[in-house]
């Protein structure tokens, strides 16, 4: 048995404590079975928005004759173009294994392990254990692939880790989920020639998003995508390479959708079942996830949590936002609280969404009251010279405060807009400051942003 001072279980986000923690004289160990950087590195984020560029400039080309330019694409080099994305995030990843071996306090253990209990692990394959006083997990999660759905554990599906590596675009692919993955990729494939079909058992496509902004993607989706909400996939078969998935509505109408490729999109759910977790103490949700305090500390004392297998928001900015925390409270023994206020989130499809704070359905859930600015994207200069047809920012604030409650937009860049707001909310500025105290660039997009803090009506209508 190896003792240790620091254990941190992934190499996610959690390579960064790793590293802090060693920087600061504890004797670390840093188990990770994968390639370092984790999900969001090697098959998430990173790739999945390298391969969307590639979407937007082809679309970029292709719609450049409305600008009076005539152009044309003479060859996709797609298999090429996957191929160097992934190779590139790859050398990455190798990259920070190098450098982590050269770091001192730290041993670097990329095998497959499981807890044994508390504070020690085991090695799959050899059998050691390590033990540390601390222990931070950050395992991060793994695709959902229900177990409900008749005949899908015996046909050969996709999941994302998968769909970023395809070298060639099937020529139809069905999509079960609309969620965020399910949005973006998508978006890529069918950027490419493939004809997509989205299944998605909600009444519109991202739904956790606000409705008005989920009920205007869904509108512009299926403008190009075969879009079919309301329906529950029940079963999926494959014959002579075909696959077809059947879906049922509420009211018990039935549609059969077939492809070539089948990507399961479906959402994520935490690693606690992969890691023996069990064999602990540690408390998780009914949800699976493990439980934290504002500190980041789980039930079993010296043992913290973070990332995706903590569930304090599913998104690697708020992966790293926890890191920071971690390393003050695991390294540097502060007693520094985690504050998700205004946790931003982004959708990289086109058009793209991003909000933060607030939704219409969870203030009316909280019997909350709020009035709403809204503006479209065609209200400004910009609008026209991009020539924009669609998009809107959407304002939420108290009625009597006028403190910003929640922001929703919709539209070009809406990932960069998004964060004129964020810092706002943060901080518990109100529409009228955001509004007039800032002298926004003309014609820059962003005065939509403006706008839509104008519209705030004084008073709940």
């Given at each position: 048995?190896?003792?240790?001072?620091?254990?941190?279980?992934?190499?996610?986000?959690?390579?960064?404590?790793?590293?802090?923690?060693?920087?600061?004289?504890?004797?670390?160990?840093?188990v990770?079975?994968g390639?370092?950087?984790?999900l969001?590195?090697?098959?998430?984020?990173?790739p999945s928005?390298m391969?969307i560029?590639h979407?937007?400039?082809?679309?970029?080309?292709?719609?450049?004759?409305?600008?009076?330019?005539?152009?044309?694409?003479?060859?996709?080099?797609?298999?090429?173009f996957?191929?160097e994305?992934n190779?590139?995030?790859?050398?990455?990843a190798?990259?920070?294994?190098t450098?982590?071996?050269e770091e001192?306090?730290?041993?670097?253990l990329?095998e497959?392990?499981r807890?044994v209990d508390?504070?020690?692990?085991?090695?799959?394959e050899?059998?050691?254990?390590h033990?540390a006083?601390k222990?931070?997990i950050?395992?991060?999660?793994?695709?959902i692939?229900?177990?409900?759905?008749?005949g899908?554990?015996?046909?050969?599906?996709?999941?994302?880790?998968?769909a970023?590596r395809?070298?060639?675009?099937?020529?139809?692919?069905?999509?079960?989920?609309?969620?965020y993955?399910?949005a973006?990729?998508?978006?890529?494939?069918?950027?490419?020639?493939?004809?997509?079909?989205l299944?998605?058992?909600?009444?519109?496509?991202?739904?956790?998003?606000?409705?008005?902004?989920?009920?205007?993607?869904?509108e512009i989706?299926a403008?190009?995508h075969?879009v079919?909400?309301?329906h529950?996939?029940?079963?999926?078969t494959?014959?002579?390479?075909e696959l077809?998935?059947?879906?049922?509505?509420?009211?018990?109408?039935e549609?059969e959708?077939?492809?070539?490729?089948l990507?399961?999109a479906?959402?994520?759910?935490?690693?606690?079942?992969?890691?023996d977790?069990?064999?602990?103490?540690v408390?998780?949700?009914?949800?699976?996830?493990?439980?934290?305090?504002?500190?980041?500390?789980?039930?079993?004392e010296?043992?913290?949590a973070?990332g995706?297998?903590?569930?304090?928001?599913?998104?690697?900015?708020s992966?790293?936002y926890?890191?920071?925390?971690?390393?003050?409270?695991?390294?540097r023994?502060?007693?520094r609280?985690?504050d998700?206020?205004?946790?931003?989130h982004?959708?990289f499809?086109?058009?793209?969404?991003?909000?933060?704070?607030?939704t219409?359905s969870?203030?009316?859930?909280?019997?909350?009251?709020?009035?709403?600015?809204r503006?479209?994207?065609?209200?400004?200069a910009?609008?026209?010279?991009?020539?924009?047809d669609?998009?809107f920012?959407k304002?939420?604030?108290?009625?009597d405060?006028?403190?910003?409650?929640?922001?929703?937009?919709?539209?070009?860049?809406?990932?960069?807009?998004?964060?004129?707001?964020?810092?706002?909310?943060?901080y518990?500025?109100?529409?009228?400051?955001?509004a007039?105290?800032?002298?926004?660039?003309?014609?820059?997009?962003?005065?939509?942003?403006?706008?839509a803090?104008k519209d705030?009506?004084?008073?709940?209508?």
């Open positions: 048995m190896t003792g240790f001072d620091l254990i941190v279980f992934g190499g996610g986000t959690g390579n960064t404590v790793a590293s802090a923690a060693a920087a600061e004289g504890l004797e670390t160990a840093l990770e079975k390639p370092l950087g984790g969001c590195l090697n098959r998430g984020c990173n928005k391969l560029q979407s937007n400039v082809h679309n970029t080309i292709r719609d450049a004759d409305e600008f009076g330019i005539d152009a044309t694409v003479d060859e996709i080099r797609f298999g090429e996957v191929r994305v190779d590139e995030l790859a050398d990455a190798s990259s920070k294994e450098n982590k071996l001192a306090n730290l041993t670097l990329q497959e392990a807890f508390d504070h020690t692990i085991e090695i799959v050899s059998g050691e254990t033990t006083e222990v931070v950050a395992a991060g999660s793994q695709p692939v229900p177990d409900a759905i008749d899908l554990a015996d046909v050969d599906f996709l999941t994302s880790d998968d970023i395809l070298e060639t675009p099937p020529d139809r692919l069905v999509v079960l989920g609309g969620g993955i399910a973006e990729l998508g978006y890529y494939f069918e950027s490419f020639g493939t004809d997509v079909a299944i998605e058992m909600e009444d519109s496509l991202v739904p956790r998003e606000d409705a008005d902004v989920a009920e205007a993607f869904t989706a403008d190009r075969d079919y909400t309301g529950r996939v029940s079963t999926v494959e014959s002579d390479g077809t998935a059947v879906a049922e509505s509420e009211s018990g109408d549609i959708v077939s492809g070539d490729e990507l399961v479906l959402g994520r759910r935490p690693n606690t079942d992969g890691i977790l069990d064999a602990t103490n408390e998780t949700t009914d949800a699976g996830f493990i439980a934290t305090d504002d500190r980041l500390r789980t039930n079993v010296n043992v913290w973070m995706d297998i903590a569930d304090n928001g599913m998104f690697k900015h992966g790293d926890e890191g920071e925390v971690m390393i003050d409270n695991v390294a023994d502060a007693e609280t985690a998700f206020t205004a946790l931003p982004a959708v499809t086109e058009p793209q969404i991003g909000a933060v704070g607030e219409e969870t203030l009316d859930d909280a019997g909350r009251e709020y009035v709403i600015g503006t479209d994207f065609t209200d400004t910009m609008s026209r010279a991009l020539k924009l669609h998009g920012v304002m939420l604030a108290d009625p405060s006028r403190e910003i409650l929640g922001c929703h937009i919709i539209g070009h860049e809406a990932s960069m807009l998004l964060h004129e707001v964020t810092p706002a909310l943060r518990g500025a109100t529409v009228d400051d955001l007039n105290t800032l002298i926004h660039a003309h014609p820059s997009m962003s005065k939509v942003v403006l706008k803090c705030v009506p004084e008073s709940v209508e």
